[in-house]
């Protein structure tokens, strides 16, 4: 039981530190990425890639993952997003096109990591990490479970906390009320766009490397699976919010671990689904999302 | 012209199933409601037509319509549940919708073969057949986008309270987008496995999501035209990327981004526009049609 729990709170651990920065996209600076989980898997087959030709140590790896889908994330705002917003200036057209730019990008790294690994599943074999498990009376729990605990709590403990106290973290929570109005008060909208969209990928980016640690190997397919998890934990806590966004992935990791301890495991992926569609039904702004407030 | 039709006898059958699977997505889309409902229908179709083939064996008509009557129904359902949502909320609850089928449909046991699938559905199902059942869709929907009706349609797209204000039947307009998308997905999904003879839950994943969305945004999302033009370049353009080799999934990925960001109406929009300035040029100034 409690075996199951730990594993359960890892596992939302490794949801939190992917779904966090998409809800912060989605709920400020109205971005819904649908790349999210091809950057967030090309950041681990990068690393893959490297340590492949030199044994690296897991912090240089993690940090490797960190940058690398932070350059990506920016990459995707740049090319492709701020283009559509130019275009479309109506915000329910730019939304769609996002999300189809979106997933017409997610397919890139997606079919160039298929094409090098002959869609073969990819691990850090070759790091110099070694995984130990320690034993804590009932429990057992290995260094990497220990490690993604720790980033997440400080991961979105930092984010919670910049957008809570950090003047930067207010000017971007104006803009999730309302954009022109923030831009006019003299808010750098495309610097903390930018900014936003490194942040989303570097936790990303993290989360991948964590997970290929973790489960010992990845395939490219991993984050289209994710990204679905993810947009479960997300509408379940409430969009934007950094504790809905804990409390989100935390019941979805719980839900999916009991659903498959006490089952055969095949209904495992219709829990996320069902989480989606009851919430959306029953709270549609999620368990903390705040009431959308129109003063005309 | 025989010998290519004979040749390419999977493609053109494709070509049509593909169009009905766009057009599924697209009715809702020109009536401002963002769902992908159409994509479970597409699999409450292929279900249910491999088992009333292969259990009772119904004639190929009768179990494509019987797709389309439970489909129509689910969506009437799916209509009056999620009648609140809006935007994006909407487009996920209905992706959730979409993919929990097939989660269904793998725990089905017996009825539904389980992570296999069912095989054998052999019916009399004629290509064309499916040319006639999607030639007599694609002008029903050609008559929704002229005159009164295609108004209507554009009025609840562009603004809902408008369109109510002056009388047009929001909420009616759009549930029936609802009913007319599953009737369409399930009628796709059904001559799929009618022609196939099999279906499976692979089938029916975020894949196929992608691809009806992708269709309709590089073919174009406001006419029946731009649904045919998408499901055209996306059936027929695996086989003509052939030469690029392993790398054709990449190519196909960086089109499909070109074409969200740079031509928003898609292709569609690029031809009408170039069709209305040549028309300006070729006339002098003034001049009438």
């Not at chain 1, 920065?21 to 690393?47: D, E, Q």
């Not at chain 1, 057992?140 to 720790?150: F, G, K, M, S």
């Not at chain 1, 309302?178 to 900014?195: H, P, S, T």
């Not at chain 2, 174009?220 to 392993?246: C, H, K, N, Q, Y």
Request: hydrophobic letters at 55%; one cysteine or more.
């Amino acid at each position: 039981m409690a075996q199951n729990l730990i594993n359960a709170v890892t596992l939302g651990s490794l949801y939190l530190l992917f779904a966090l920065g998409m809800s912060l996209a989605w709920g400020t600076i109205g971005i819904l990425n649908f790349a999210h989980g091809s950057i967030f898997m090309f950041s681990s087959f990068t690393c893959y890639l490297l340590v492949q030709h030199i044994a690296l140590p897991m912090p240089l790896m993690i940090l490797i993952g960190l940058v690398v889908g932070a350059v990506l994330s920016v990459l995707v705002q740049v090319l492709a997003f701020e283009p559509i917003k130019r275009r479309n200036p109506d915000p329910h057209r730019a939304e769609l096109q996002i999300l189809v730019g979106g997933i017409g990008i997610a397919g890139i790294p997606l079919a160039v990591a298929q094409h090098l690994t002959k869609s073969v599943p990819f691990g850090y074999s070759k790091s110099t990490f070694e995984v130990e498990v320690l034993h804590l009376g009932p429990v057992q729990l290995t260094n990497v479970q220990l490690v993604i605990l720790a980033a997440a709590l400080v991961l979105a403990g930092g984010v919670g906390w910049w957008l809570r106290s950090a003047r930067a973290g207010l000017a971007l929570r104006a803009i999730g009320v309302d954009a022109e109005v923030a831009g006019i008060l003299g808010v750098n909208r495309r610097r903390l766009a930018l900014g936003t969209m490194a942040v989303a990928g570097a936790l990303a980016g993290v989360a991948g490397v964590l997970l290929t640690y973790y489960l010992g190997s990845i395939a490219a397919e991993s984050g289209d699976a994710f990204l679905l998890k993810a947009f479960a934990a997300i509408v379940l806590g409430g969009i934007g919010s950094v504790g809905g966004a804990v409390a989100g992935a935390m019941i979805l990791a719980l839900a999916e671990t009991a659903v498959v301890t006490q089952t055969s495991g095949m209904w495992v992926d219709a829990v996320s689904f069902g989480l989606i569609f009851a919430v959306l039904l029953l709270r549609p702004r999620g368990l903390f999302g705040r009431r959308e407030v129109r003063r005309t | 012209m025989t010998d290519w039709f004979d040749a390419n006898i999977v493609l053109i059958q494709s070509t049509f199933v593909s169009l009905l699977l766009a057009l599924s997505i697209q009715v809702p889309l020109r009536a401002g409601v963002f769902s992908f409902a159409g994509i479970g229908s597409y699999g409450v179709g292929a279900y249910t037509a491999a088992i009333v083939t292969i259990n009772y064996e119904w004639p190929a008509f009768a179990a494509i319509a019987a797709g389309v009557v439970i489909a129509a129904a689910i969506g009437y359902l799916l209509a009056l549940l999620l009648s609140r949502l809006g935007g994006l909320y909407l487009g996920m609850a209905t992706i959730a919708y979409s993919l929990i089928f097939s989660v269904f449909v793998i725990n089905g046991g017996e009825l539904t073969g389980g992570a296999q699938g069912l095989f054998g559905a052999i019916s009399d199902l004629t290509t064309g057949g499916v040319i006639g059942v999607t030639v007599v869709v694609v002008v029903l929907l050609a008559l929704s986008e002229r005159g009164r009706i295609g108004r209507r349609i554009a009025a609840v797209r562009e603004d809902p309270e408008l369109a109510m204000s002056t009388g047009v039947p929001v909420l009616a307009i759009r549930q029936l987008s609802f009913v007319v998308s599953g009737a369409l997905g399930a009628c796709a999904g059904a001559m799929n496995t009618l022609l196939r003879s099999t279906v499976s839950p692979d089938e029916i994943g975020f894949q196929l999501v992608v691809l009806a969305l992708t269709m309709i945004i590089v073919g174009g999302s406001r006419s029946w035209l731009g649904a045919f033009i998408g499901a055209v370049i996306f059936t027929w353009l695996p086989s003509v990327l052939e030469f690029v080799g392993d790398w054709q999934t990449v190519v196909y990925g960086v089109l499909v981004a070109l074409a969200a960001i740079f031509v928003p109406g898609g292709l569609l929009g690029v031809l009408q526009q170039g069709y209305r300035r040549w028309r300006r040029r070729a006339l002098p100034i003034g001049g009438t049609a």
